[in-house]
Structure formats: C-alpha cells, structure tokens
C-alpha cells in the first residue's frame, strides 16, 4: 500500500508563502498523476491542484490560480506545492493525493498538514 507523508504547513501571515511536500512510499512513483486538495473548517475538501505522471501537465483551482504551483521531482518520490501571496481564506488542512494513470479518482490520500493564515 503506498503511503503519502505531507510536510511543510505551519502558520504564516497574509502575502507570506509556505512550500508543502507529499513523499511516496513507492518505487513506481512516476505512474502517478497526484494532487493537493483542502478542506477548511466546516467546508468540504475542495480540489487546489494537480500533476499528471510525467510533469508535463498542471491544473489549478481558480481561486489558487497564479499563487500556487504544483512541482513534482520522481527522482525524491516528492511532489511540492509552492504557495505564495497567502490569504485567510487559504487556511486548511492540506492533503496529498495519489492515483495510478490511466484510472479515474484519487484513492490514495495523506493525513494532512494544517495551514494557518492570519490576517
């Protein structure tokens, strides 16, 4: 079973940055697109970002969109997501997510990693 270990939140103030790391627990790394997902207090988890296996496509949610970016190394089994110009309302838990290419839905997930913003 691969396990995903996420690091890197903390609290920050407004217009700070912060990076977030998910290592794999796999040796075949490299077939998995993966994502950063958060869910705030009283709110569903909610999409922020995803890598496709081989680097070569992103996407964003619109609300993180020219803040954030999705960066993967498959040499370190590690994706990152940059985040800067940090609002309030990116305060979360933050989650990493894995699926095998080709399959539908992400079912690997992390613990999480809190994210705190402050005005």
């Known amino acids: 079973q691969v396990q995903l270990v996420e690091s890197g939140g903390g609290l920050v103030q407004a217009g700070g940055s912060l990076r977030l790391s998910c290592v794999a627990s796999t040796p075949t790394f490299s077939i998995y697109d993966m994502g950063w997902f958060r869910q705030a207090p009283g709110k569903e988890r909610e999409f922020v970002a995803t890598i496709r296996w081989s680097g070569g496509s992103t996407s964003y949610a619109d609300s993180v969109k020219g803040r954030f970016t999705i960066s993967r190394d498959n040499a370190k089994n590690t994706v990152y997501l940059q985040m800067n110009s940090l609002k309030p309302e990116d305060t979360a838990v933050y989650y990493c997510?894995?699926?095998?290419?080709?399959?539908?839905?992400?079912?690997?997930w992390g613990q999480g990693t809190q994210v705190t913003v402050s005005s």
């Open positions: 997510a894995a699926k095998r290419m080709g399959i539908s839905g992400y079912n690997l």
